[in-house]
């Protein structure tokens, strides 16, 4: 393609290899090779893309981890509250403390499974879900409540970031 700057003629080439995975054109300019980056408002909109898909992984990767961590901790929660009802643990806490911890720590694995199906399976609710998730892990201190802020403030800005993925 010949494309006129001022006086001399300038060939600008599509180059192979290298140059075109890069999106670098080279331009032939009297027994001159300039390389001419290709940037402009399309490249400018894949990157947005793709940093809002790596705040989609990745918040879906802490819910995926927080979860089986409260799984995990639920499961060892119910073994202490057994060790020490059977009197072989003593523990300075009330005895009904215990099971309650285990069982809000299944409800929020609960809940977080829900949510990253629905993410998953894209399904209409997920907007309301994922808003829901993250206030309710606010109170989790402290895994819980960097999850929801992170939620709060990368993912879940009107549902717009969720478009993107």
């Not at 060939?11 to 995975?21: D, L, P």
């Not at 290709?38 to 990157?47: A, D, E, F, T, Y």
């Not at 300075?92 to 069982?103: D, E, F, G, I, Q």
Request: aromatic content about 10%; overall charge positive.
């Amino acid at each position: 393609m010949m494309v006129r700057n001022g006086s001399p003629s300038v060939r600008v080439h599509s180059a192979f290899g290298f140059f075109a995975r890069h999106n670098v054109q080279i331009a032939l300019v009297s027994d001159c090779v300039t390389f001419m980056p290709r940037s402009g408002p399309i490249l400018q909109r894949q990157n947005e893309k793709r940093i809002m898909i790596n705040h989609i992984r990745i918040y879906s990767s802490a819910l995926a981890t927080l979860a089986v961590v409260a799984a995990l901790s639920s499961g060892f929660l119910l073994f202490l509250a057994g060790a020490s009802a059977g009197g072989s643990l003593d523990i300075n806490l009330p005895t009904w403390s215990l099971p309650w911890v285990a069982v809000i720590n299944f409800a929020y694995a609960v809940a977080i499974i829900v949510t990253l199906c629905s993410r998953r399976l894209e399904a209409e609710c997920r907007h309301r879900l994922t808003r829901l998730l993250n206030w309710a892990l606010l109170p989790a201190f402290p895994g819980g409540t960097l999850v929801g802020i992170y939620g709060l403030w990368k993912v879940d800005d009107d549902g717009s970031s969720d478009h993107a993925a």
